[in-house]
């Protein structure tokens, strides 16, 4: 179950003015006294059920929870929703005797190899990836944008691409892994790039050409179903929604309903180059991956790869243009003047992946990290 479904939209028509947007967020369950990554989450999502009905499910490993928001059209009901989801999960898991975090991934905690959660389609998964798994104790964060059809889904896709590390950049959440320091403003993406269909999708001309190379894959043994086509900008394959899987999980619903709008915008704006013919920019698949690389690593403090020109610039100059690139959509929406004072917010207080180090820094503690990652649950 996906954030922006037909059932819940009730069949609503497609607006290109303020298309719908919806918000999927995966959590680590953490034991409140050692802060380690704690298997529980099926516990959590059981309890969780009662507020948010389908709206939660366990995701890969038991140590991890998802939950979902609702469809919306403007940015203020998105993240009211995004609150009370997180509020019920954050309740849930202390009824149990938990707590949750935002990050992308677990700081503290043996996880290497997860517990796997039962089922034909994860046993089918484990024959298939094997050790993949054993990183797969990872949180990201969604959002699903209303698109006519899957064609254009595929169209806007190719938009979107050169903008994905940027992306990267600013919801940078995962430092630590497993209580040490990697060196990397965004490990998440390192662990997600190592399976087969992950990272950022190939250019395609056309649906038939998405679907032609899907089909390919899954001849080959490559995917288990749809759902294994893991990369960081594709058509939902039940619903009419792109979705935007790039970034780690944010680690404030604030900045949660920032990434929405933001991808809401990128969405808009490549629809509307879509309708004027144009195709979409092709940067080779080598700078982009370096630009991926680059993001990861340094994250917003740091400097990234222009995809489009191999330049190397100050991370912050490559969010400018990104916001440059989406105004008109986001002013079109009403959100410019919001999107534009939280990247400034932003900017002043330091991603998810700064602040976690300054956590640590106070006292040299991984345990501070996560304390401060639980009081940031909701803010």
Same mark, same amino acid.
């Given at each position: 179950?996906?954030?922006?479904?037909?059932?819940?939209?009730?069949?609503?028509?497609? #607006?290109?003015?303020?298309?719908?947007?919806?918000?999927?967020?995966e959590y680590v369950v953490v034991d409140p006294v050692t802060r380690a990554a704690a298997p529980h989450a099926g516990a959590v999502v059981q309890r969780a059920a009662g507020a948010l009905? =389908?709206?939660?499910?366990?995701?890969?490993?038991?140590?991890?929870?998802?939950?979902?928001?609702?469809?919306?059209? @403007?940015?203020?009901?998105? /993240?009211? #929703?995004?609150?009370?989801?997180?509020? %019920?999960?954050?309740?849930?898991?202390? /009824?149990?005797?938990? %707590?949750?975090?935002?990050?992308?991934?677990?700081?503290?905690?043996?996880?290497?190899?997860?517990?796997?959660? /039962?089922?034909?389609?994860?046993?089918? =998964?484990?024959?298939?990836? @094997?050790?993949?798994?054993? /990183?797969?104790?990872?949180? %990201?964060?969604?959002?699903?944008?209303?698109?006519?059809?899957?064609?254009?889904?595929?169209?806007?896709?190719?938009? +979107?691409?050169?903008?994905?590390?940027?992306?990267?950049?600013?919801?940078?959440?995962?430092?630590?892994?497993? =209580?040490?320091?990697?060196?990397?403003?965004?490990?998440?993406?390192?662990?997600?790039?190592?399976?087969?269909?992950?990272?950022?999708?190939?250019?395609?001309?056309? +649906?038939?050409?998405?679907?032609?190379?899907?089909?390919?894959?899954?001849?080959?043994?490559?995917?288990?179903?749809?759902?294994?086509?893991?990369?960081?900008?594709?058509?939902?394959?039940?619903?009419?929604?792109?979705?935007? @899987?790039?970034?780690?999980?944010?680690?404030?619903?604030?900045?949660?309903?920032? +990434?929405?709008?933001?991808?809401?915008?990128?969405?808009?704006?490549?629809?509307?180059?879509?309708?004027?013919?144009?195709?979409?920019?092709?940067?080779?698949?080598?700078?982009?991956?370096?630009?991926?690389?680059?993001?990861?690593?340094?994250?917003?403090?740091?400097?990234?790869? #222009?995809?489009?020109?191999?330049?190397?610039?100050?991370?912050?100059?490559?969010?400018?243009?990104? +916001?440059?690139?989406?105004?008109?959509?986001?002013?079109?929406?009403?959100?410019? %003047? #919001?999107?534009?004072?939280?990247?400034?917010?932003?900017?002043?207080? =330091?991603?998810?992946?700064?602040?976690?180090?300054?956590?640590?820094?106070?006292?040299? @503690?991984?345990?501070?990290?996560?304390?401060?990652?639980?009081?940031?649950?909701?803010?």
């Amino acid at each position: 179950m996906t954030a922006v479904t037909t059932e819940t939209t009730g069949q609503a028509p497609f #607006d290109p003015a303020r298309p719908l947007m919806g918000v999927e967020e995966e959590y680590v369950v953490v034991d409140p006294v050692t802060r380690a990554a704690a298997p529980h989450a099926g516990a959590v999502v059981q309890r969780a059920a009662g507020a948010l009905g =389908g709206r939660t499910n366990l995701e890969i490993t038991l140590y991890q929870v998802e939950a979902k928001t609702g469809p919306h059209a @403007r940015a203020a009901g998105l /993240e009211e #929703d995004l609150r009370r989801m997180r509020e %019920a999960v954050a309740a849930a898991a202390r /009824e149990e005797g938990l %707590a949750v975090v935002a990050s992308g991934t677990p700081v503290l905690g043996d996880v290497v190899p997860p517990p796997i959660i /039962e089922g034909p389609r994860y046993e089918v =998964g484990i024959q298939n990836y @094997r050790a993949l798994h054993d /990183e797969q104790s990872i949180c %990201a964060g969604h959002v699903h944008v209303h698109l006519p059809d899957r064609e254009h889904a595929v169209l806007v896709g190719n938009h +979107l691409r050169p903008w994905l590390p940027v992306l990267i950049t600013l919801m940078a959440n995962s430092p630590f892994w497993t =209580g040490r320091d990697t060196g990397y403003a965004s490990w998440r993406t390192l662990c997600w790039g190592k399976w087969p269909v992950a990272g950022p999708p190939p250019y395609f001309s056309s +649906l038939d050409e998405y679907e032609r190379l899907t089909g390919t894959l899954a001849e080959a043994g490559v995917l288990v179903d749809p759902g294994t086509i893991f990369w960081d900008v594709r058509p939902s394959a039940r619903l009419p929604t792109i979705e935007v @899987r790039v970034t780690d999980v944010p680690a404030t619903a604030a900045e949660a309903a920032l +990434l929405a709008m933001v991808a809401r915008g990128l969405v808009m704006t490549g629809l509307r180059r879509v309708e004027h013919g144009d195709p979409g920019p092709a940067p080779s698949a080598e700078l982009l991956r370096a630009a991926y690389w680059q993001a990861a690593r340094d994250g917003l403090d740091g400097h990234g790869i #222009d995809p489009m020109t191999g330049e190397r610039r100050p991370a912050r100059d490559l969010a400018g243009a990104l +916001l440059r690139h989406i105004a008109p959509a986001l002013e079109e929406t009403g959100d410019l %003047a #919001d999107v534009t004072a939280r990247l400034k917010a932003l900017y002043a207080a =330091g991603t998810g992946a700064v602040r976690q180090r300054a956590a640590y820094t106070r006292r040299g @503690r991984a345990e501070d990290v996560v304390d401060d990652l639980v009081a940031r649950l909701l803010t």
